[in-house]
């Protein structure tokens, strides 16, 4: 049999039944080895459904730091008969399958060419345990414990963890940590230990953090002086507000009255959310919402009002698997087109696209400035995948000298020394125009904001020529914002390149370790990893100083792609698609597959 | 076309307790039809703010689409106004609400932008009892599209066209009383001596204050057949009883006769005084005001005045438990945790 050795590289996946409590067992396992200093990957693939459906925990380990999905499963926890069968088939040869013996395993799930671990796990929880519930939750307790034999997880690191867990629960701590024995005990009694595949204490994980990037967002939003929040809850986006509701409300309630200094309404649909958002920022507080490709698509009339009246607006789209409700537990990248050019007419809006937790957090505290900035919508394009996993990131960083940038706002005292205030007049030649918030001033400063046509005084207009002057502005700021919009990172290969790869969001990590491994190849490519929309001028230059470049995206369309071809102008031809949409996170291999694929024909 | 009103003052013009002269509360020139209803309404927005000394800077008008949503161009141009999408009023008047809870939220909308696209909102505005005044201007029929039948127009009315209407109408009074609406309040737009107390009234509620104003369309919805014309509603109106608002500590000029009036104390102790109520109905009971609702549609009748009000609802900001500081004006100490914490919550992310 093949025998695969590795220490710190493999990747293993959790079988569980939703609602049966596995995924805290499961991140238990993924946080000891990011607390033996080792870069750690945890993804969860689960279904739209609460409980009794297949759900799926794979964790990838990379000495290397590789933080992407890998293809392959060198180690399988089967808890789940119902998924038997497929998890059998996608385990490595020379890999591992561990499952519960209580029953014996069928002879058609015997593979030649796997190691199979049986633990009589029912069986143990039936001898130890008298209450059905607890003999549920420790059965997962007692496989981590299993697999800490076997892949040599340090004890005491697992054992902090746990203390760490139950804080204010402490009796729970030591029947978790009798469960992990049990575990370690029947490994030590039956089997060889440790495996070939195993892990060793290293120390490459720094001051990084792990945290999903929804938690990041609603962090964001708490320090960027969010005051409103209005959402309507949809999957992979609903943890956004919930994460800011539970910061704000440690950080933003006053210690003396407990009174609030923040507002959380859900609506009672994606509309009315939007429209909330709409209402306060006009109004003068920093406001956002949270949502997933139905809610834009939901959201794409008032986007065009917040466009056209020039009203800042931030949302924040966690994309998941489309079209129409698709796969809602299903990452990708599938709302570009939809977000950059929501809504009817000649509308466009600033995106951004973060790639980690950490640049979750930054991008929403920057979108405020921006949206107050441009007067405008900015849509943070984060997705599934980023969203609800947690990922190993650079530690969150604030600079307590910063201040927000709430744009051009005249206030009372500015109005004053005003003669007459024009809403949509043009003075600083940026195509930015100043506004003024309700109530501010007894005779100066009020107009009707509207989505009809208006001319410099927000009067309603139908006139072409002030019609055609007021969009050309729009169109004057759109280019202001390709300055200020985060530029994007370039890198450059060791020798000189006539390929290069562009990617966005979370294709970073898949990405990033496919140019290693093409390098390894001889194939040398520059790359570049977009930020934002719109494009900044350097964006137009990477793709003019290289005869090909690759266009990494998660969605069957390539519409990242075709931005970049109607927005710059570039020839089709040397804008390669390279694809994943099958709703999982996108991996190296594909790429690299992909872009091999395209040498060899070219 | 936005066409603004000369400036010419005269300096004799009676002033208000805050100095200001009703022109001070007029807007644009109205492009509405001449003889429409939603002007009358206008005209008696501006006399109910104009006598409540309320400053016009501090009212932010709201509305959605629609002819109706077009009248905050004429009243209180010296306030912010918001021309929305179509139906979609209630949500940006809570997203302002939220923002700012000192500010006055007069909403207007019409029948279609709230009893059809416009419902939704509607209804969850009422749940949330937002401290807002929500006026439908409600002619039964879609003026800006040329008169089609809308969802409160009567079954059996006829169109101009001729078009007899086969639905049943949607009574947004009762609606709103049966969804726990805090002040619930019908009238007409060509009875100013009801519809200027009434608004008054509703501008003193300390929640959400519905007011549907029944509003001719002289273009395509007054013609004989219709049970929204001028006419009509003349014959058919019948009111719970004549309004009064006192304002507070005004002192009470007028006498009524010795048993027929109600008098209901607002949160500012200002009155509303109702005289000659309908003997079987109580404006502060629910159940009351509703058998009046149905008893007068059963008689084809269109029954007007205050329906129902209760000021012990929470409003919005007080379920949330804001800070009283309206939200945007707080600044980046308060709103900012800093670094210091953000240190801590890395360390927990370990």
């Given at each position: 049999m093949q025998q695969s050795s590795s220490v710190n590289d493999f990747v293993i996946r959790f079988a569980n039944v939703n609602g049966t409590g596995s995924a805290s067992a499961n991140a238990l396992f993924a946080k000891a080895i990011f607390r033996m200093g080792i870069p750690v990957t945890p993804k969860n693939i689960f279904p739209s459904n609460i409980q009794g459906l297949p759900t799926w925990y794979e964790v990838r380990v990379s000495e290397k730091g590789y933080l992407g999905r890998r293809e392959g499963i060198d180690f399988m926890v089967c808890m789940n008969p119902q998924s038997m069968p497929k998890d059998i088939a996608s385990v490595k040869p020379g890999g591992y399958f561990l499952y519960d013996s209580t029953k014996t395993l069928h002879r058609e799930f015997i593979r030649e060419d796997i190691h199979y671990i049986g633990i009589p796990l029912m069986a143990i929880c039936l001898r130890e345990y008298t209450d059905p519930r607890q003999r549920q939750l420790f059965k997962n307790i007692i496989y981590v414990g299993a697999l800490s034999a076997l892949l040599e997880i340090e004890f005491p690191v697992l054992e902090t963890l746990l203390a760490e867990m139950f804080q204010g629960k402490e009796k729970l701590i030591a029947p978790n940590v009798k469960a992990l024995q049990l575990g370690i005990q029947y490994i030590h009694e039956n089997f060889e230990y440790p495996l070939d595949i195993r892990l060793e204490r290293r120390d490459l994980v720094g001051d990084r953090i792990l945290v999903d990037g929804n938690s990041a967002c609603g962090l964001g939003a708490v320090y960027a002086g969010a005051t409103v929040a209005a959402w309507y809850p949809i999957t992979p986006s609903t943890s956004v507000v919930e994460a800011f509701m539970e910061y704000a409300e440690q950080f933003r309630t006053d210690p003396e009255t407990g009174k609030k200094n923040f507002a959380i309404v859900q609506a009672e649909d994606e509309l009315a959310a939007i429209g909330m958002v709409i209402g306060a920022n006009w109004n003068g507080a920093r406001s956002f919402t949270a949502t997933s490709g139905p809610g834009v698509s939901l959201m794409a009339e008032f986007l065009g009002l917040a466009y056209f009246a020039e009203i800042p607006t931030v949302l924040i789209d966690v994309q998941r698997a489309g079209p129409s409700t698709g796969m809602p537990t299903r990452t990708q990248q599938a709302d570009i087109i939809a977000a950059a050019y929501a809504s009817h007419g000649d509308t466009k809006h600033v995106l951004l696209f973060p790639s980690t937790p950490k640049e979750c957090f930054d991008d929403v505290v920057t979108a405020f400035d921006l949206a107050e900035r441009l007067q405008t919508p900015v849509i943070v394009m984060t997705d599934l995948d980023l969203g609800m996993n947690d990922h190993l990131t650079a530690p969150f960083e604030w600079d307590d000298s910063r201040t927000y940038d709430r744009g051009k706002v005249l206030h009372t005292a500015d109005l004053e020394n005003i003669t007459k205030f024009g809403r949509y007049l043009e003075v600083d030649g940026d195509g930015i125009t100043y506004r003024t918030y309700p109530g501010s001033h007894p005779s100066k400063g009020a107009y009707v904001t509207r989505g009809t046509s208006h001319d410099e005084y927000a009067g309603y207009t139908e006139d072409s020529g002030t019609y055609t002057r007021n969009v050309d502005r729009l169109l004057k700021k759109w280019e202001t914002a390709k300055s200020i919009v985060p530029a994007p990172e370039v890198r450059q290969a060791a020798t000189a390149n006539e390929c290069g790869i562009l990617f966005f969001g979370t294709s970073i990590y898949s990405s990033e370790e496919a140019v290693d491994l093409l390098a390894a190849q001889d194939i040398h490519l520059d790359s570049l990893r977009l930020r934002s929309f719109p494009f900044s001028e350097s964006v137009g230059q990477f793709i003019a100083d290289h005869e090909l470049i690759f266009v990494i995206e998660q969605n069957r369309d390539a519409q990242m792609r075709s931005l970049l071809i109607n927005e710059l102008g570039v020839a089709p031809q040397k804008m390669i698609p390279v694809l994943n949409y099958d709703g999982t996170p996108i991996t190296a291999d594909t790429i690299v597959k992909q872009i091999i694929k395209n040498f060899a024909t070219v | 076309m936005t066409y603004t009103r000369p400036r010419f003052r005269n300096p004799h013009l009676p002033v208000n307790k805050i100095g200001y002269t009703q022109k001070d509360y007029e807007g644009a020139l109205s492009t509405l039809c001449a003889g429409c209803g939603h002007d009358s309404i206008s005209g008696a927005i501006v006399q109910a703010c104009y006598e409540l000394s309320i400053e016009p800077h501090r009212v932010a008008k709201m509305s959605g689409i629609g002819c109706s949503s077009k009248t905050p161009a004429y009243f209180l141009s010296n306030s912010h106004g918001f021309n929305s999408v179509h139906g979609r009023m209630p949500s940006v008047a809570t997203g302002a609400y939220l923002a700012n809870r000192d500010l006055v939220y007069f909403g207007v909308s019409g029948d279609g932008d709230?009893?059809?696209?416009g419902m939704g909102q509607f209804v969850h505005a009422i749940r949330r009892n937002l401290n807002m005044v929500y006026v439908v201007m409600n002619n039964g029929c879609y003026g800006l599209t040329k008169g089609q039948d809308s969802a409160?127009?009567?079954?059996g009315s006829k169109s101009k066209s001729g078009h007899t209407n086969p639905f049943q109408a949607i009574d947004l009074a009762g609606l709103a009383l049966e969804l726990g609406a805090s002040f619930v309040a019908r009238s007409f737009s060509g009875d100013k001596t009801q519809l200027v107390p009434l608004l008054k009234a509703a501008l003193a509620h300390p929640g959400f204050a519905f007011i549907d104003v029944i509003s001719p369309c002289v273009t395509f919805n007054n013609n004989p057949g219709s049970t929204k014309s001028y006419d009509y509603v003349r014959e058919h109106i019948e009111a719970t009883a004549t309004v009064d608002f006192v304002p507070i500590k005004s002192e009470i000029t007028t006498q009524y006769e010795a048993g027929s009036t109600k008098e209901i104390a607002l949160h500012d102790d200002s009155l509303i005084r109702l005289h000659k109520i309908a003997s079987d109905w109580d404006p502060q009971d629910r159940h009351s005001a509703m058998n009046a609702l149905h008893h007068a549609r059963s008689k084809g009748e269109i029954l007007t005045g205050l329906i129902y009000i209760d000021e012990s609802l929470q409003n919005l900001h007080e379920v949330l438990n804001t800070t009283t500081e309206p939200l945007n004006t707080l600044e980046e100490k308060v709103l900012c945790p800093g670094s210091k914490a953000l240190a801590t919550l890395n360390a927990g992310l370990r």
């Open positions: - | 709230t009893a059809s696209i409160t127009a009567d079954a």
